[in-house]
């Protein structure tokens, strides 16, 4: 038995089994909705092993379109994006649609295999909705591009690709694992920060690359320019 908080809010949980990846599955003394309210007094922001100075407020943490509690980590790509952007790229003729991926710990977990193809890392759920999938398609349809706002979006929109440029509305856990080779189907451009090395969005923006040589140009180049690396650094347009 595992019990978090204190005196004032406190849960408790029991362990029922463990993952492929090593991580364990809790069942929590209370429903979803309390459990949530109770974790977001008791909790802190998850952050990134390299981020050492406690966040006292979760905001600087978080998109302005995140709508659902769920993941351990932000998809940083999505930090650089403020409200007012988001009107002004609608006012052009951009049409946004909005996916969930909840990620989870193993974004953080190194790749220590010789074998990449044998990392665990791990499943995480996701959701496209009905309405997104249709304003995806008709970007297609239109003889548009997709922009995908980080790996996240990417792996998301991989996994619900049924075809070349066309996606369904789908939800559950993907365990999609995108390395070198890998034929993008949903995604034909991609925003994305700097990544850890031994990352498996490192390994993933490699793959929409087609290869290491042209990101190991890329961040040689940001590291000459002096550019911010990781969570609250800088973006790269990916076409």
Same mark, same amino acid.
């Given at each position: 038995?595992l019990?978090?908080?204190?005196?004032g809010?406190?849960?408790?949980?029991? &362990?029922?089994g463990?993952?492929q990846?090593?991580?364990?599955?809790?069942?929590?003394?209370?429903?979803?909705?309390?459990?949530?309210?109770?974790?977001?007094?008791?909790?802190? !922001?998850? @952050?990134?092993?390299y981020?050492k +100075?406690k966040?006292?407020?979760?905001?600087?943490? /978080?998109?302005?379109y995140?709508? #659902?509690?769920?993941? !351990?980590?932000?998809?940083?790509a999505? $930090?650089?994006?403020t409200?007012?952007?988001?009107d002004?790229? /609608?006012?052009?003729?951009?049409? *946004?649609?909005?996916?969930? @991926?909840? %990620?989870?710990? =193993?974004?953080?977990?190194?790749?220590? =295999?010789?074998?990449?193809?044998?990392h /665990?890392i791990?499943? #995480?759920?996701y959701?496209?909705?009905p309405?997104?999938?249709? +304003?995806?398609?008709? &970007?297609? /349809?239109r003889?548009?591009?997709?922009?995908?706002?980080?790996?996240?979006?990417?792996?998301?929109?991989? +996994?619900?690709a049924?075809?070349?440029?066309? %996606?369904?509305?789908?939800?559950?856990? +993907?365990?999609?694992? *995108?390395? %070198?080779?890998?034929?993008?189907?949903?995604?034909?451009?991609?925003?994305?920060?700097?990544? @850890?090395?031994?990352?498996s969005?490192?390994?993933?923006?490699a793959?929409?690359?087609g290869g290491?040589?042209?990101?190991?140009?890329?961040?040689?180049?940001?590291?000459?320019?002096?550019y911010r690396?990781?969570?609250?650094?800088?973006?790269?347009?990916? $076409?």
């Open positions: 038995m019990a978090f908080g204190g005196e809010v406190s849960v408790t949980a029991r &362990a029922e463990r993952n990846d090593g991580s364990f599955r809790l069942r929590f003394d209370r429903p979803r909705g309390d459990l949530l309210m109770a974790l977001d007094t008791i909790g802190e !922001v998850p @952050l990134p092993p981020i +100075t966040l006292t407020d979760d905001r600087p943490y /978080q998109t302005v995140a709508r #659902e509690p769920g993941s !351990v980590a932000a998809p940083t999505g $930090l650089h994006f409200e007012r952007l988001l002004e790229l /609608q006012s052009k003729g951009i049409h *946004i649609a909005r996916i969930t @991926l909840h %990620v989870g710990w =193993s974004t953080f977990k190194p790749i220590s =295999s010789e074998i990449v193809e044998r /665990q791990g499943e #995480e759920f959701r496209v909705p309405e997104a999938a249709e +304003t995806i398609n008709a &970007a297609w /349809q003889g548009n591009k997709v922009v995908a706002v980080g790996t996240t979006a990417t792996r998301t929109l991989e +996994t619900v049924v075809d070349f440029h066309r %996606v369904v509305a789908d939800e559950g856990w +993907t365990g999609l694992f *995108i390395t %070198v080779g890998h034929p993008f189907k949903a995604v034909d451009a991609l925003i994305t920060n700097f990544h @850890l090395p031994r990352s969005n490192l390994l993933l923006v793959a929409f690359c290491m040589e042209l990101v190991r140009k890329a961040y040689s180049e940001a590291i000459r320019l002096r690396f990781y969570s609250f650094g800088d973006a790269m347009l990916i $076409l």
